[in-house]
């Protein structure tokens, strides 16, 4: 019998309403996605007093999230993963002092931080946040070692998702778990609370190689929001520092703008990082660069 094939039409390019990298002046527009997907008395790991405080700020914080034995095994991996893997491109170091930055696709590269990222307190929120299933878009170890740890810029992680990566609408969030006490000195996570229901667009054209640059970067030249607009977002509504012991999570809307400064403390900051999107908001071809980036910053 022969094989009769049929052609399936291509999918057509969803409408792009985030336009970002820009040729001219970037843009300030109302957000027209939610931030909670689902009803806010949906059931599961937040209340709904928590899940309107998220929709609202952009964020929520809870303590004790991680056990000692956990941030123990966190730590550990860390060193014998880096060791392992030697000049890889998962490991990305800071220029100046050539300390581990950044360690990416850890839940890859770790059952025992995999485990951690399938836990109902982790998972289940972005879950219920998000009202679908989910998948892991990044995973990441950062560290800010004393003395030498290097500031992250003003950033909606949306913005870069969106336009190098594909993702078509911010139905994504962040956890953030903290390895080490996150102190108001030691580089710790500053957020405009409300300004993940605006989508700032930024300006230039997203070059070749790109990513590299953007990782070691303090300021890289594209997927930068401009200053003035910056500024007025915290105008509006001021900035949070997030604090908190080791141990403790902040579960973050991909849209937030959010930004950490350097440590010049003796104390280190280190954090597990893990994204989730939504099952349907598969990434794509992306919005704004000729190709994807690598696996491991944006699993497909």
């Not at 996605?33 to 309107?52: F, I, M, N």
């Not at 594909?166 to 409300?194: H, Q």
């Not at 071809?285 to 994807?292: G, L, N, Q, R, T």
Request: proline content about 8%; overall charge negative; hydrophobic content about 35%.
């Amino acid at each position: 019998m022969p094989i009769v094939t049929t052609q399936t039409a291509t999918r057509p390019r969803p409408v792009d309403v985030y336009r970002t990298r820009l040729a001219e002046r970037g843009h300030v527009e109302p957000r027209p996605h939610p931030t909670v997907w689902g009803d806010t008395s949906a059931r599961g790991p937040l209340t709904a007093p928590q899940l309107r405080s998220y929709r609202d700020l952009g964020y929520h914080t809870e303590k004790n999230v991680l056990a000692d034995d956990d941030i123990r095994d966190c730590i550990t991996e860390v060193d014998e993963i880096t060791a392992r893997l030697g000049d890889d491109d998962r490991v990305i170091r800071e220029s100046s002092s050539g300390d581990v930055r950044s360690l990416f696709a850890v839940h890859r590269l770790s059952d025992a931080i995999a485990e951690i990222c399938a836990r109902e307190e982790i998972v289940g929120v972005a879950r219920q946040i998000l009202d679908d299933d989910v998948h892991i878009h990044q995973s990441r170890i950062n560290l800010k070692p004393g003395f030498a740890g290097g500031p992250f810029y003003w950033h909606s992680d949306f913005e870069t998702w969106h336009a190098e990566d594909g993702m078509p609408r911010p139905r994504a969030l962040s956890v953030s778990l903290a390895l080490t006490p996150n102190f108001e000195y030691n580089g710790a996570l500053m957020i405009i609370p409300g300004s993940h229901q605006k989508f700032v667009s930024c300006v230039g054209e997203t070059p070749d190689d790109y990513y590299q640059q953007s990782l070691t970067s303090y300021r890289p030249p594209f997927g930068t929001p401009e200053e003035s607009d910056v500024s007025d977002l915290a105008e509006e509504h001021g900035i949070d520092m997030i604090t908190g012991p080791a141990g403790s999570a902040l579960y973050f809307d991909s849209n937030c703008m959010h930004a950490s400064s350097g440590n010049i403390t003796p104390f280190p900051r280190s954090n597990l990082f893990v994204v989730f999107n939504a099952a349907s908001n598969a990434i794509g071809e992306p919005f704004a660069a000729d190709s994807p980036r690598p696996d491991h910053l944006a699993h497909r």
